[in-house]
């Protein structure tokens, strides 16, 4: 048996996934299967380290340790092959206040900046927060994937859009954009003089077969922004990673940074994020398994039991895009069938924008048996009402 077939017990821990049920969809029994964290206790070697400086005992204000930057070095070289400066590297509370850092030092109020859609739902917020204007460039939903479409993009940039904010892997669709795909968007905003900046979240979370590549690894100029957070599952220690080779583009990052008043840093987030680069890998090597072995019972099982439910093939992340169009139900007729009658608390596709509506999406780090109760819950539900 796998460790992640144990899983952890999170209700009464003040978990928003879990013990805040009832508040965000009206009943306390459905199976959770929404906010992107996972029911998995962080690497051993993670929670040792947080413990050991817990025992210290003082916690006053913390300095500068260079241990946490040459971690984020050696974690890009080994992990992605990417070579990495040490002072392009900067850290911030999360990836989403860098992004809203990022497009404020690279845009004035009333620039456009695109966003490739449907996207995770602050993406659009960290446009309207700098003053610009969200210029949607929708993905394609194709036989072979979603695909940028890449003939939009260069009409964007070529009518003035100042960046784009890319999400790499891509939250909601679970693509892994190939490193051609990658050059192509480079190559665009260059010759169109735009940022680039890339929200690198889930970069780590690449499942078996495919392989993430740091658009800074391609684009000197570009922005990307990492964090253990999602790998790890230590998103309540609020710590992240920018990764700004420019050196212009850094400086503007910086004081934009500053100019928001930001402060300090979180000692326990900086030494999480140390610990798990430092030695979480052959975790995170069993976790991308696991992931993967329940990714492929999702698919069987559509395909198998309920194939009026399309899933998109889940390259990176833990969230799985399912198509529920055909179903005939609206956004929010949906949303509250799979709660009311299926017991299952999903993500809706509306979040992502107007591009997700009938699709939801799904959690799948979760012990498995979660998910298989969830699968069983569904056809059920949609066997008595007709629907499959």
Same mark, same amino acid.
């Given at each position: 048996?796998?460790?992640?077939?144990?899983?952890?017990?999170?209700?009464?821990?003040?978990?928003?996934?879990?013990?805040?049920?009832?508040?965000?969809?009206?009943?306390?029994?459905?199976?959770?299967?929404?906010?992107?964290?996972?029911?998995?206790?962080?690497?051993?070697?993670?929670?040792?380290?947080?413990?050991?400086?817990?025992?210290?005992?003082?916690?006053?204000?913390?300095?500068?340790?260079?241990?946490?930057?040459?971690?984020?070095?050696?974690?890009?070289?080994?992990?992605?092959?990417?070579?990495?400066?040490?002072?392009?590297?900067?850290?911030?509370?999360?990836?989403?206040?860098?992004?809203?850092?990022?497009?404020?030092?690279?845009?004035?109020?009333?620039?456009?900046?695109?966003?490739?859609?449907?996207?995770?739902?602050?993406?659009?917020?960290?446009?309207?927060?700098?003053?610009?204007?969200?210029?949607?460039?929708?993905?394609?939903?194709?036989?072979?994937?979603?695909?940028?479409?890449?003939?939009?993009?260069?009409?964007?940039?070529?009518?003035?859009?100042?960046?784009?904010?890319?999400? *790499?892997?891509?939250?909601?669709? &679970?693509?892994?954009?190939?490193?051609?795909?990658?050059?192509?968007?480079?190559?665009?905003?260059?010759?169109? *003089?735009?940022?680039?900046?890339?929200?690198?979240?889930?970069?780590?979370?690449?499942?078996?077969?495919?392989?993430?590549?740091?658009?800074?690894?391609? *684009?000197?100029?570009?922005?990307?922004?990492?964090?253990?957070?999602?790998?790890?599952?230590?998103?309540?220690?609020?710590?992240?990673?920018?990764?700004?080779?420019?050196?212009?583009?850094?400086?503007?990052?910086?004081?934009?940074? *500053?100019?928001?008043?930001? %402060?300090?840093? %979180?000692?326990? &987030?900086?030494?999480?994020?140390?610990?798990?680069?430092?030695?979480?890998?052959?975790?995170?090597?069993?976790?991308?398994?696991?992931?993967?072995?329940?990714?492929?019972?999702?698919?069987?099982?559509?395909?198998?039991? =309920?194939?009026?439910?399309?899933?998109?093939? =889940?390259?990176?992340?833990?969230?799985?895009?399912?198509?529920?169009?055909?179903?005939?139900?609206?956004?929010?007729?949906?949303?509250?069938?799979?709660?009311?009658?299926?017991?299952?608390?999903?993500?809706?596709?509306?979040?992502?924008?107007?591009?997700?509506?009938?699709?939801?999406?799904? %959690?799948?780090?979760?012990?498995?048996? %979660?998910?298989?109760?969830?699968?069983?819950?569904?056809?059920?539900?949609?066997?008595?009402?007709?629907?499959?």
């Amino acid at each position: 048996m796998s460790q992640f077939d144990v899983g952890v017990r999170r209700e009464g821990t003040h978990c928003l996934k879990w013990d805040e049920r009832k508040a965000v969809f009206g009943r306390e029994d459905v199976i959770p299967l929404w906010v992107a964290d996972m029911d998995f206790a962080a690497p051993e070697p993670v929670v040792r380290a947080l413990i050991e400086r817990a025992q210290h005992g003082a916690f006053g204000y913390s300095g500068h340790d260079p241990r946490d930057v040459q971690a984020v070095v050696r974690w890009m070289k080994q992990r992605h092959n990417v070579d990495v400066a040490e002072d392009a590297v900067l850290f911030s509370p999360g990836v989403v206040d860098s992004l809203r850092i990022a497009v404020a030092a690279v845009s004035k109020p009333g620039d456009a900046v695109v966003v490739l859609t449907p996207v995770y739902g602050p993406f659009y917020s960290a446009v309207e927060d700098a003053g610009c204007v969200i210029r949607r460039s929708p993905l394609l939903d194709t036989p072979n994937g979603w695909m940028i479409d890449f003939d939009d993009l260069e009409t964007a940039l070529r009518e003035g859009a100042r960046a784009v904010l890319l999400c *790499n892997p891509h939250n909601p669709v &679970g693509r892994v954009w190939t490193r051609e795909e990658l050059e192509r968007v480079s190559a665009l905003t260059r010759r169109w *003089n735009a940022a680039l900046i890339a929200d690198e979240i889930h970069a780590d979370l690449e499942l078996p077969g495919f392989k993430n590549t740091s658009v800074t690894a391609v *684009n000197p100029d570009a922005m990307a922004f990492i964090s253990a957070t999602k790998t790890f599952n230590l998103a309540a220690l609020r710590h992240s990673s920018a990764i700004i080779p420019n050196p212009e583009r850094r400086k503007a990052f910086q004081e934009e940074y *500053n100019r928001r008043g930001i %402060n300090g840093l %979180n000692l326990f &987030g900086a030494l999480a994020q140390r610990a798990a680069y430092e030695e979480g890998a052959p975790w995170l090597d069993e976790l991308l398994e696991y992931l993967d072995g329940t990714r492929r019972f999702v698919e069987s099982f559509l395909a198998e039991r =309920l194939p009026v439910i399309r899933p998109s093939r =889940l390259m990176g992340t833990y969230l799985m895009w399912l198509d529920m169009r055909k179903l005939g139900l609206e956004p929010d007729d949906l949303a509250r069938f799979l709660v009311e009658k299926a017991g299952l608390g999903m993500t809706s596709g509306s979040f992502f924008g107007p591009e997700g509506a009938g699709f939801m999406r799904l %959690n799948i780090a979760t012990p498995r048996r %979660n998910v298989e109760r969830a699968m069983e819950q569904l056809e059920t539900a949609l066997k008595d009402a007709g629907l499959c």
